[in-house]
C-alpha cells in the first residue's frame, strides 16, 4: 500500500506554483470558489469531471495528483509514460445508451480515448441524434452483435471479433442486436478538451460513478 494521497492538497500545491487565485481557477473551470476551496481542504469528493477541468485548467496531468511521475522522457525527448487500467478498474460513466468505462483515465494529455462499453439501447430511435466529434475511432465487438448506422452508409451488422474504423466527423450511432449484452472497445483520437467534453454529455445527472475520494490510499504502480 502506497502513501496517503490528497488530491485536494496536491491541486492546492500545484494552484500556488502557478500563481493563482481560486477565482482565477474559478473563471477557468467554471466551479464555485466554494467548490473549489473544499475540494482542496478535502471537505467534499472529487468527481472525474470535475477533476478533469481542474487538471486542464492548471494544466496538470492527472497522475501527477496522485503521484505518478508522467514526466520521465530519454535524452532525445521521447514520453516513456504508460498506463495500466485493471479488469475491475475504469471510470465509469453511465449514459443515455448504455454504460462506458474510461480507460487510462490518469493520463489527461494523450492522442487516443480507450472505452470499453456496453450498449444498451435496442433501436436506433431509442438511441437519438448520432454522434459526430472529431478524429477517427476504431470499434471492436467484443460480446454480442452491434449494428452501426451511419449518415453516409447502409447499418452494419458486427458479432464478437468483427471491427470497424471509420472518421468520426460522420454521424454515427451503436445499437445491440438481440437479447445478449453487446460489449465494444471504442478507441477515438482524443483533442485536449475532448474527454472532458465527453464525460460532461454523456453523464447522467447524479449517475456518474467514477468518483475519487478526497483521500484514498493509492497502490504503488
Known sequence: MGALVRPGAALKEFRAERGLTLAEVSQRTGLPVSSLSKIENGKVELTIDKLLRISLALDVNI????????????PQGSSRRRSITRGSEGM??????????????????KDLTPMVAEIQTRSIEEFGDFHRHDGEEFVFVLEGELAFYSDSYTPAYLKAGDSIYFDSGMGHAYVAVGDVPCRILSVFSTSRDQVVNFVQSQSKPGEFSGSVPATEDVPHR
Not at 449514459?95 to 494529455?109: F, H, I, V
Request: cysteine-free; charged content about 15%.
Open 92 to 109: 465509469a460513466v453511465a449514459t443515455k445508451n448504455g454504460e462506458a468505462l474510461y480507460q487510462a483515465y490518469d493520463l489527461l494529455n
Open 63 to 74: 497522475a501527477d495528483i496522485f503521484g505518478t511521475p508522467t514526466g520521465q522522457y530519454s
